[in-house]
């Protein structure tokens, strides 16, 4: 174990919500960390990641786009254990690829294409997302019973929430989670993690995306809460995973001897109604969204125990993921 916090690895999106915590951890257990970045030129950022203990001497950032995947080449030259967190929100124009899903998916295949012929890749490790494992039934007739790594997204989903980036954003995520996953039939160790919403505290001077969407039933902040009803109807219940148990998670993935394929990361399985009533009893200054307390009582079970199975525990339970989102919300003045 100790021998391999001497190596390289290199994480993509550095700057994000989980790329920036997850920096922060390798920095911590003693890795040498390849960061990229969209630019360097945005000092907000680049100031974070080198705040950092470690930093000044483990950790190179890299320039690198994800609408310009040639760009990943030199963070991975070198490296042994490859995250690859960064995702594009929107569509960014003036680039060759007609919309974010064929970037996402051409930047997959570009960096595993990379990895693979590297010569010193051992594992690479996709920050998947469970919007790609949803329980619905390809016939629109409901929910399976459970939700496991077995489950895929029906691409002809209908969701009364639906907006088109969403859609997109699942689409992308589900392609390219299929696309990484081809290198581990191909002699490369592949691990995705289908990370749940993600909440509690953050490096980040604002609030993540996921962790508004968890306290949207609190701010009544439109976009997302719709989000969050969104994601409710696409999974039956929400899954919810706290921040340190993602970092940690990918971390595992990195230091257990041999690993591969598919994996839900997600400590609890909850419905929009179970958080509203949680912060309605333990947070009674906050006005809740009283729509949110209406339970449709849906009986999904959550199946996934591979990645407990392989040995991984969970820190965090419900309790800890929403108490650390309000937290990380009074700390950035939203609530």
């Not at 690895?9 to 951890?25: D, E, H, N, P, R």
């Not at 012929?117 to 920050?127: F, H, N, Q």
């Not at 969050?228 to 706290?242: A, R, S, Y």
């Not at 949110?292 to 125990?305: A, F, Q, T, V």
């Amino acid at each position: 174990m100790e021998e391999k916090r001497t190596c390289k690895v290199c994480v993509t999106g550095g700057a994000g919500y989980i790329g920036s915590s997850l920096v922060k951890s390798l920095l911590d257990k003693g890795y040498t960390v390849h960061a990229t970045l969209r630019t360097l030129e945005d000092e907000s950022k680049v100031g974070l990641l080198k705040s950092f203990i470690g930093a000044d001497k483990r950790l190179k950032l890299f320039e690198a786009d994800i609408y310009r995947a040639e760009e990943y080449d030199k963070a991975i030259e070198g490296c042994e254990f490859v995250f690859h967190v960064a995702t594009p929100l929107l569509h960014s124009d003036g680039f060759q690829y007609k919309n974010r899903t064929e970037a996402t998916v051409a930047a997959v295949k570009k960096i595993g294409i990379t990895c693979f012929k590297s010569g010193t890749v051992k594992r690479l490790i996709y920050t998947a997302s469970v919007v790609a494992a949803s329980p619905l039934k390809e016939e629109g007739s409901g929910f399976k019973d459970l939700m496991d790594e077995t489950c895929w997204t029906p691409l002809n989903f209908s969701n009364p929430y639906t907006e088109q980036y969403l859609r997109d954003y699942v689409e992308s995520k589900m392609l390219a989670e299929e696309e990484m996953l081809k290198f581990g039939k191909q002699g490369l160790e592949v691990v995705t993690l289908c990370c749940a919403l993600v909440g509690g505290h953050t490096f980040l001077p604002y609030i993540p995306a996921s962790t508004a969407v968890i306290l949207s039933v609190l701010t009544h902040e439109e976009t997302s809460y719709n989000a969050l009803k969104f994601l409710e109807e696409l999974m039956g219940k929400i899954p919810i995973v706290h921040i340190e148990d993602v970092c940690e998670a990918h971390l595992f993935s990195m230091e257990v001897a041999s690993i591969n394929g598919r994996f839900l990361c997600a400590s609890s399985f909850v419905s929009t109604a179970d958080i509203s009533t949680y912060y309605q009893q333990n947070f009674p200054e906050f006005n809740v969204n009283q729509q949110c307390l209406n339970d449709p009582k849906r009986e999904i079970k959550w199946g996934s125990k591979k990645l407990v199975e392989n040995g991984f525990m969970y820190k965090y339970g419900t309790k800890e993921i929403l108490d650390d989102s309000v937290s990380c919300a009074r700390k950035n003045d939203i609530l």
